[in-house]
């Protein structure tokens, strides 16, 4: 699995989204992408972990 956290300076100058999250790769089919934008790394975190255990992957805290 790929999992991306990129921060966009542009988009924390704007106080919108910086933060964005993306997994992809195996053991996720091939065309699945678990993605989004956030304020923060947390908030990201808080979105697709729980995304990433409901398609079966086993995340601990």
């Not at 947390?42 to 990433?52: G, I």
Request: with cysteine.
């Amino acid at each position: 699995m790929t999992v991306l956290f990129k921060v966009d300076a542009e988009h924390m100058r704007d106080a919108t989204t910086p933060w964005t999250f993306v997994a992809s790769g195996a053991p996720l089919r091939d065309d699945l992408l678990v993605l989004t934008d956030a304020v923060s790394l947390e908030a990201c975190l808080e979105v697709c972990l729980p995304r990433l255990r409901e398609l079966g992957l086993v995340i601990t805290d």
